[in-house]
């Protein structure tokens, strides 16, 4: 259509008021939020590899919805002061006990038939009936929500029948159930549903949930998990070709990374907004690290995933508050691996002497990417720290030997 730049349907009265709309992103941007938070808390619980790559994309995903309607949502006459607000505390209790999900399977119909769907159904409905010339930014941006969306819930199908092919059944409908009735309670995504003046129970978050002191892994399709570098076996007796592919390992192993910053993401309360946005890139960046691995892997026909699995950067420093494990993973290991050039060494070991063209370009990435962390190192390690970035180097260098010294006697006792 030619006039009106192709808005179809201008002339019609649309259904949101500004202070309608308003009260409706804000319950958007809340649900990605939340959902971003609680995936955060879950990951380290976690065992398929699948969902715990999903979990870091969709983190990622949500970030950016948010971060949308957060830009949107001020348009609106509506003061910024109010983004951190909970809009509802119906939503605030499916969140609260969405996070105590004890399987991969209750996670994964809890959040992919029952919520995301929901999101889905309310932003195509908001597409459709808002005033179409005075609201297109808001259809914009609910446009690229929806493809999201779409994406997730479809993926989320292929996942939960593959859990369900392996894993414990039967557990996940009474969760799924739960989550449902309360986003039912609450008028669903809008508010705009149909509601109750019974409010719902809280069944499980009457304590805390406890993120674990050691991460999960899958141990029906994986190998245990290990403190310890374990590369590949039976490799050839060439230097070039082990080096190469016990960086392969090393990237497929960032998925300890992932929980580490999962574990930050959830503990770490009360920062600025744009902290939590940087760090659901920086967690999807780590897992795109770990299929740079996966992939190279199996490219070259490795059997990585019935090897034991890498979780030191998670497991040693779990005790360790939020701002120490930070600093250790941003100043300490992606900061120093600027100041040594590791990254950019391994990228031309890849293209000069392994000559793999595959990753060769996955270093190349890497380390653009790394820089980018350690550039997030120094933007929030000294905040969440209160201290300055020398004062966070010197934790940060402890913080590595402490590590070091863990990961050292975990690989004499697995050689001994
Ligand atoms: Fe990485
Ligand atoms: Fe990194």
């Known amino acids: 259509m030619l006039t009106y730049t192709g808005i179809e349907n201008p002339l019609a009265v649309g259904a949101y008021s500004i202070e309608r709309n308003s009260v409706v992103l804000q319950r958007y941007r809340y649900l990605h939020e939340s959902l971003f938070r609680m995936a955060a808390g879950q990951l380290p619980n976690r065992e398929n590899w699948d969902l715990r790559l999903g979990i ?24 910024s002061n ?37 999101m889905l159904e309310a932003y195509r409905e908001h597409q ?59 008028g669903g995504v809008s508010g705009g549903g149909e509601r109750s003046p019974e409010m719902p129970r809280r069944l499980r978050s009457h304590v805390a949930y406890a993120i674990p002191l050691r991460s999960r892994r899958d141990s029906r399709r994986m190998g245990g998990t290990t403190w310890a570098r374990t590369g590949m076996d039976n490799l050839a007796d060439d230097a070039v070709l ?4 016990m960086m392969m390992r090393v990237r497929q192993e960032e998925m300890t990374a992932c929980d580490l910053i999962a574990g930050v993401i959830y503990s770490q309360q009360h920062m600025p907004w744009d902290f939590y946005y940087d760090l659901a890139r920086h967690i999807w960046d780590e897992a795109r690290h770990a299929m740079f691995g996966q992939a190279a892997l199996e490219a070259d026909g490795y059997d990585w995933i019935g090897r034991p699995q890498y979780t030191s950067d998670y497991d040693v420093n779990a005790e360790k508050i939020p701002a120490a494990q930070y600093a250790w993973l941003s100043i300490g290991i992606e900061e120093g691996a600027m100041i040594t050039q590791a990254k950019k060494k391994e990228y031309e070991f890849c293209r000069n002497e392994a000559k793999h063209p595959l990753m060769e370009q996955f270093q190349d990435y890497d380390w653009a990417d790394e820089i980018v962390h350690a550039n997030l190192g120094r933007k929030w390690s000294p905040e969440l720290m209160g201290e300055e970035l020398v004062f966070v180097r010197e934790v940060a260098k402890k913080e590595l030997e402490h590590f070091w010294a863990e990961v050292s006697k975990a690989q004499r006792e697995r050689t001994q």
């Open 242 to 245: 082990r080096r190469l592919v």
């Open 128 to 186: 459709r009936f808002t005033q179409q010339i005075v609201d297109q930014p808001t259809i914009r941006l609910l446009k690229h929500a929806i493809a999201d969306l779409e994406e997730q819930v479809a993926w989320g199908a292929e996942l939960i029948a593959d859990l369900r092919s392996y894993q414990d059944t039967g557990a996940e409908a009474a969760f799924a159930h739960h989550i449902r009735g309360l986003l039912e309670s609450a």
């Open 56 to 79: 870091c994309r969709h983190i990622y995903e949500d970030a950016e919805a948010a971060q949308a309607l957060r830009k949107r949502i001020p348009e609106l006459r509506t003061s």
């Open 82 to 118: 109010l983004l951190g607000r909970e809009p509802d505390p119906r939503l605030t209790l499916m969140m609260e006990e969405l996070v105590h999900a004890e399987s991969d399977l209750e996670w994964a119909v809890a959040v992919y038939e029952v919520i995301r769907p929901a």
